[in-house]
């Protein structure tokens, strides 16, 4: 098992996600993320937030798989989840959780699967897509957008 620092909302409570040291292309991984204060104290109590203790957002860092799962608490600040990545490369984890009397925290983890992640890339333009379970919609303001201008995106699910 290996652990991956977080990027966190608020410098006094710390996510690290625990994984395997061997993560294989389409086989189930089972992900630990621990919540802790700067000082490594586990933090106990957590808020429901949006019906779950905690989200766990898993984005390709090529965009090409986004999953939404929501970790079971185990108690004394461990959270896990089983998932499965279906290619090898670096993925970005968002974890999303409220502990009590505390702003909700989102915390940045990342992790990769080994393996050859060179791919021909096939471009969908298409605004709306289905990843995984979830339908998105891409809504802009105008019908163009030009690099370097900033633009107001709505996504819809």
């Not at 990545?85 to 990769?112: A, M």
């Not at 969908?124 to 957008?145: A, Y």
């Amino acid at each position: 098992m290996h652990d991956a620092s977080d990027t966190k909302t608020n410098a006094a409570i710390q996510a690290k996600l625990t994984v395997p040291e061997t993560v294989a292309v389409n086989a189930p991984v089972l992900l630990e993320i621990n919540v802790q204060d700067a000082t490594g104290k586990p933090i106990n109590k957590f808020d429901v937030s949006h019906e779950q203790l905690m989200h766990l957002i898993v984005v390709s860092d090529d965009l090409r798989f986004f999953g939404h799962l929501h970790p079971r608490y185990e108690g004394n600040r461990r959270f896990t989840v089983k998932a499965q990545l279906p290619r090898s490369g670096e993925y970005t984890r968002f974890s999303d959780y409220k502990p009590t009397g505390q702003p909700t925290q989102v915390s940045t983890l990342k992790t990769q699967v080994p393996g050859d992640s060179a791919s021909s890339l096939v471009v969908n333009f298409k605004r709306s897509q289905t990843f995984t379970n979830t339908k998105v919609n891409l809504e802009l303001p105008t019908e163009t957008v030009k690099a370097g201008e900033e633009v107001a995106v709505t996504l819809q699910s």
